[in-house]
């Protein structure tokens, strides 16, 4: 008797053990999803500049549905990026991703259509390159 008590605390004892860790490792699971978001979300620093508040007039009344052609869309996209470009083709920061959810809102654009037309060798945005600063003018 004292044989099968000892026998069934041991196995309740396991059983505790059992689901103790069960529970223990889907937390960690959890734990370490969240840590990995939060990773992620760390590698991108914001971007600096604030694309709610632009004006992407420059791109919706160029670039129009149905047939949103290409040269103009990408000129009128370009107008509007390129002063962007360094920040834009940085991918250490969210700015084009930001960018795009902006001018998708505000065009009601299909997703990735500037991405699908305005695609340049790189892959990147390619833009001209800037204007030189305006130098003082020498005498
Ligand atoms: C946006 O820019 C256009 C010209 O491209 C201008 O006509 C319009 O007034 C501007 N809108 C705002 C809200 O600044
Ligand atoms: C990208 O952005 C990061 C953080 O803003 C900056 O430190 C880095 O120099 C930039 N890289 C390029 C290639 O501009």
Do not use: H
């Not at 795009?100 to 390159?129: D, H, M």
């Amino acid at each position: 008797m004292w044989f099968e008590r000892g026998f069934l605390a041991i196995f309740f004892l396991l059983l505790t053990v059992f689901a103790v860790s069960t529970f223990t490792t889907a937390d960690d699971i959890l734990e370490s999803r969240g840590s990995t978001a939060r990773i992620l979300l760390q590698v991108k620093t914001a971007c600096p500049v604030n694309f709610e508040f632009l004006n992407y007039t420059v791109i919706t009344s160029q670039c129009k549905a149905p047939k949103y052609p290409a040269t103009l869309c990408c000129k009128a996209f370009k107008e509007f990026a390129c002063p962007y470009a360094d920040l834009l083709n940085n991918v250490t920061n969210d700015c084009a991703s930001t960018m795009f959810s902006y001018i998708n809102l505000y065009g009601k654009y299909p997703p990735g259509l500037f991405a699908s037309k305005c695609r340049s060798a790189n892959g990147g945005l390619a833009c001209p390159a800037p204007a030189p600063a305006p130098s003082p003018k020498s005498k």
